[in-house]
């Protein structure tokens, strides 16, 4: 009787590559990103949300939202300069830099920027784009936004995190 079910040895084969490929993963996702001489990251930030229903002009409701922006450095040895962390609205005009020096950040030290709730300039498509470097190759830092809305009972909290640009080649 011939069956279309597979071997025990052809199942042997299959979870033994199955575990070598998961060993392969869990090993280069405990490695972390390579080490890098600076990047240029970009960072959606919310100035507000929109939501619920459209008012009689069409228009939604609308949230405004602080947004709390942290450089981490994640090397425990070696410092990094933050060089630039501009501040762009929903058009990609050019609003503000909010660092006019750039300005080093120490193992495993942070720098904090902050938009505050009243500031809607930004829009719902603002961002950051935030520029770091190293005299030598370092654990390339932690770039996230956290988005707040707190009033009584209500709340709202979410988080962004900051993507490297790619180079213009």
Do not use: C
Not at 26 to 37: F, S
């Amino acid at each position: 009787m011939h069956s279309s079910l597979p071997s025990f040895h052809a199942l042997r084969r299959h979870a033994l590559a199955a575990g070598v490929a998961l060993a392969l993963a869990t090993a280069a996702a405990q490695d972390g990103p390579p080490p890098l001489r600076g990047q240029t990251l970009y960072l959606p930030i919310y100035s507000h949300v929109y939501h619920g229903n459209l008012d009689r002009k069409g228009q939604p409701d609308k949230v405004l939202l602080s947004a709390l922006v942290s450089i981490r450095n994640t090397d425990p040895k070696r410092a990094i300069k933050v060089t630039t962390a501009r501040y762009y609205n929903t058009d990609g005009k050019l609003l503000r830099d909010f660092l006019p020096a750039p300005r080093v950040v120490g193992p495993f030290g942070t720098i904090e920027l902050f938009v505050e709730r009243h500031d809607e300039t930004g829009g719902s498509g603002a961002n950051f784009v935030i520029a770091w470097d190293s005299e030598t190759p370092v654990n390339p830092p932690m770039v996230e936004a956290i988005h707040a809305f707190i009033d009584g009972a209500r709340s709202a909290f979410f988080t962004t995190v900051g993507q490297p640009l790619r180079s213009g080649d």
